[in-house]
């Protein structure tokens, strides 16, 4: 049998159109803008099936066994609309075609989806139309590889996950019990799901997988998938993290993922949540299947913020090891949980630290912890007083200062440290309409020549209003350094007015008031002086006839009474 000669190869690049397809074959021809025709597979198209009336580029050509030539190289020409209907008739014409639900790709990556990236508008779901809004993003010159139809894909070092594109908004009934939903994030127009899999499968994987790669080391899928996802939050507005049960706006969820070029940096706090069940008190860790590791719970029945802070650092401590180690923890393992130390994304720095320890269990949901320690913060105050460390006693003041304000932490401000003096913190928290400020440290060291008696020991100053000012907790951080310049004969006591002027808000002077004292458990109590701002007229009067007076007049604190004398002046 003869072969037909072979013909010249047609001028390249140059436009075409798919004429023919045998979708069983995966082959079809091109109609060229001369009208000759063209044989080619479907190998030859990049990023994108064929479908007759799509219009591609010819690149490349190849000689054809039978005979002539065939493309080796298509690029799709057709708008990203155009294509995706053409697309979408073929596969009716093949009775695969079916209507997607609109709010499929929602309910998926809700399921599914191990990172979910919203957007102030609609993503396309389609294929090729995905690919071209990736593209306008930027995201390919930022090093993401591009997949279009039939699956859209975006790949990035070791991470490849399925791409969930959604064109609307995630329907109410989904967001319902989200910790961290802003009013922005709930009317995000569209969203990007993420997902590597089936979550609540990594951990059982990981166990079975001999050799398993450490998913937050140098490639590994979790350090690339945080990058990609910071990537398009970095053009969105914010997370939803489904396996974590919470959402993050956009600046929030990059500044906990920190620099993911650091080795060292293993920002699992993007990834995994903390709550307190309302039936057993227990702390636990939610979204630790994400990470290819089990969930950490730990017994916090007993009252008081003290109690369910160090359950929540145990539950902490416990996920930051095995993030730490890429490996589950054994049973009976002891666990050093620091007091007042942070417990982050960097290594854990014990040197310094007072800790207490816990042992791993193992429980029906995961894993559990059980305090072993006979000594809790509030025993080494008892014992130790102000030789204990400083993180203890910001431990031990900030759980008690909640108990007693009911606030809600807000901000803070690190003063700088003094030779010879505490170190001093100023915390903000919010309380119904205003903020309730206090300072943390400057009670650890009893105030020279201070009495228990007296109330002028330990002392830890407190200011209500209605702004939140750097300059305002900066009065605090001033007045409490203070309280450890001064000799022995003159400690500062209640009813005592501090002259520091501070002209932003009227003030001359601050008197200062007895607003009660905050108990450590056993050993010194901490007393409570309330700084209030006084006028110039109001201080003449306490050099004449004492403060007692004025402080009657003045009341007790709260955030109402207090925001006109705190109130900044607008000239």
Not at 59 to 70: C, D, K, M, Q, W
Not at 207 to 235: E, I, K, N, T
Not at 298 to 325: I, K, P, Q
Request: glycine letters at 10%; one cysteine or more; proline letters at 7%.
């Amino acid at each position: 049998m003869s072969r037909a000669p072979s013909s010249p190869a047609p001028h390249v690049p140059q436009d075409a159109t798919i004429a023919t397809l045998v979708p069983a074959d995966a082959v079809g021809t091109l109609t060229l803008a001369d009208g000759s025709t063209l044989r080619f597979g479907a190998s030859a198209c990049r990023g994108f099936t064929p479908a007759v009336g799509v219009r591609v580029r010819v690149v490349s050509t190849r000689p054809h066994p039978l005979g002539g030539h065939a493309a080796a190289t298509l690029e799709l020409v057709s708008s990203a609309r155009d294509y995706d209907d053409l697309v979408a008739a073929r596969d009716r014409a093949a009775g695969v075609a079916r209507e997607a639900h609109p709010d499929e790709a929602a309910y998926t990556s809700m399921q599914l989806g191990w990172m979910i990236v919203l957007f102030d508008h609609a993503v396309p779901a389609r294929g090729a139309a995905f690919v071209q809004w990736a593209e306008e993003l930027g995201l390919r010159r930022a090093g993401v590889g591009i997949e279009g139809p039939p699956m859209a894909r975006l790949t990035l070092g070791g991470a490849a996950p399925l791409v969930y594109p959604g064109a609307t908004a995630i329907p109410p009934k989904l967001l319902e019990g989200l910790a961290g939903l802003t009013p922005v994030l709930a009317e995000a127009r569209g969203f990007v799901g993420l997902s590597l899999g089936l979550p609540g499968n990594a951990p059982l994987l990981r166990m079975v997988a001999a050799g398993a790669q450490d998913p937050w080391g140098v490639g590994g899928r979790l350090r690339d998938l945080s990058r990609l996802a910071a990537l398009l939050a970095s053009r969105g507005l914010g997370v939803i993290v489904p396996q974590g049960h919470f959402a993050m706006t956009r600046d929030a969820f990059l500044r906990r993922l920190g620099d993911l070029d650091d080795a060292t940096n293993r920002p699992f706090q993007a990834w995994v949540s903390l709550s307190r069940e309302p039936e057993t008190r227990r702390y636990r860790s939610v979204g630790m299947n994400a990470l290819e590791l089990f969930d950490v719970s730990c017994d916090a029945t007993s009252e008081g913020t003290l109690a369910r802070e160090r359950a929540r650092d145990a539950v902490l401590t416990a996920c930051h090891r095995m993030v730490r180690d890429a490996a589950s923890l054994a049973r009976d393992t002891i666990l050093d949980v620091p007091i007042g130390g942070v417990i982050g994304s960097a290594p854990l720095a014990l040197e310094g630290l007072d800790t207490e320890a816990y042992r791993v269990e193992e429980t029906a949901e995961g894993l559990g912890l059980a305090r072993v320690s006979s000594e809790g913060p509030a025993a080494l105050w008892a014992a130790h007083g102000a030789s204990i460390t400083p993180s203890t006693y910001d431990a031990l003041l900030r759980a008690a200062a909640e108990d007693w304000h009911r606030g809600t932490f807000h901000a803070d401000l690190t003063l700088p440290s003094r030779e010879g003096a505490p170190r001093v913190n100023v915390e903000v928290h919010r309380i119904g309409p205003g903020f309730v400020l206090h300072t943390v440290g400057a009670g650890r060291v009893v105030q020279p020549g201070g009495s228990r008696e007296a109330g002028t020991a330990h002392v830890e100053l407190v200011a209500a209003m209605a702004v939140d000012h750097p300059l305002l907790a900066r009065v605090l951080g001033v007045v409490a350094q203070a309280l450890h310049d001064h000799g022995p004969d003159r400690p500062y006591q209640f009813g005592d007015t501090v002259n520091l002027p501070v002209a932003e808000i009227g003030a001359a002077a601050f008197v200062l008031i007895d607003a009660g004292s905050l108990s450590l458990g056993a050993g010194e109590p901490i007393s409570i002086m309330e700084i209030v701002p006084i006028t110039q007229a109001e201080l003449d009067r306490c050099r004449r006839e004492g403060s007692a007076p004025l402080r009657a007049e003045i009341g007790g604190i709260s955030v109402a009474s207090r925001a006109p004398r705190w109130a900044m002046r607008t000239s």
